[in-house]
């Protein structure tokens, strides 16, 4: 997880990032509806000990791939030091950077709301809603579309417009398709085809959201780019554990735990968002400021 991410801030410009990010969202929201399919397949027709011969040729064709096709993203640092006080002040020299923690803790945030719907989904469809494990399957791989497809969408959004307006947009509509999820859920007014489609558009939102906030955290960073993509990563997993975990704390038997953490996911992010850019425009204007400074003291 953390070479791919870095390897694409090496290996594409800057501005090709975020259409990268999107094939790579791709990869990840195709794998979930096609491995339980496949493995489901090869285990009552082979048995399940094939699913380990399985693994073994899919990670032996991906070895053979890196050797021969991989390039190399950068040359390997040679007086880079592994004691633990270089890479710990490599990593406060990343966290501190304006557009690393914003679009970082953005990004992360609102992937939240996806971990909250993969813990609290099972229970609200299966034992609220009483679809079978087939169809819950389906209600799944329906979703998962709608994130990939979007994603997809995102590589052709990108030809216009840019990185920050994308995202700005996309967690604006998360936060009201998250809210009306609540809302629907306060007043007892879903029903099991309105709950899916809140959740598809809501996860909609989502494809738009990681691979720009992806592009945007590592964008400012290029020898320490595998640094960066390690604590956002880290980030990433830490937060999506505390979410998935409250969903369970928070259990009434209800739907009202996934859809509140869901809401809360967006609306914080897009909070964090909005403070973190005028952080970054305040820097900025100081920078400037600063600069002038040094040249009229210069021309003097």
């Known amino acids: 997880m953390v070479a791919s991410r870095a390897l ?32 489901g397949t090869i285990a009552s027709t082979l048995g399940w000990r094939y699913i380990f011969a399985v693994l073994t040729a899919i990670a032996a064709i991906i070895l053979i791939a890196v050797h021969f096709a991989l390039p190399e993203g ?9 004691k633990p006080g270089p890479i710990i002040s490599g990593f406060w020299a990343v966290a501190r950077e304006p557009q690393f923690y914003t679009y970082a803790l953005t990004g992360a945030i609102a992937s939240s709301g996806l971990y909250a719907y993969i813990a609290g989904s099972p229970y609200v469809f299966m034992e609220l809603f009483h679809v079978t494990e087939r169809q819950y399957g389906w209600i799944f791989a329906i979703i998962a579309m709608g994130l990939i497809g979007s994603s997809q969408l995102n590589s052709v959004l990108l030809r216009t417009y840019k990185s920050e307006q994308i995202i700005r947009i996309a967690l604006f509509l998360q936060v009201a398709t ?42 400012p960073f290029s020898a320490n780019a595998g640094t960066a993509s390690a604590l956002m990563g880290g980030i990433q997993m830490c937060i999506g554990a505390l979410t998935s975990a409250s969903v369970g704390w928070l259990s009434n038997q209800t739907a009202l735990p996934m859809s509140a953490v869901m809401a809360a996911c967006a609306v914080t992010a897009l909070s964090l968002l909005l403070l973190g850019r005028k952080i970054i425009r305040y820097q900025t204007q100081q920078a400037v400021v600063e600069q002038e400074s040094v040249d009229d003291v210069m021309m003097s």
Do not use: H, W, Y
């Open 8 to 39: 694409v801030r090496d290996l594409f410009d800057v501005s090709e990032n975020a259409k990268i990010f999107s094939l790579l969202m791709l990869v990840v929201g195709v794998s979930p509806i096609i491995a339980p399919t496949l493995g």
């Open 74 to 82: 950068r040359q390997p640092v040679k007086d880079l030091s592994l």
């Open 178 to 219: 998250g809210l009306a999820l609540l809302a629907g859920n306060l007043l007892g007014g879903l029903g099991l085809f309105s709950t899916i489609f809140l959740i598809f558009l809501f996860l909609c939102c989502q494809g738009c959201v990681f691979p720009n906030s992806s592009a945007l955290s590592l964008a």
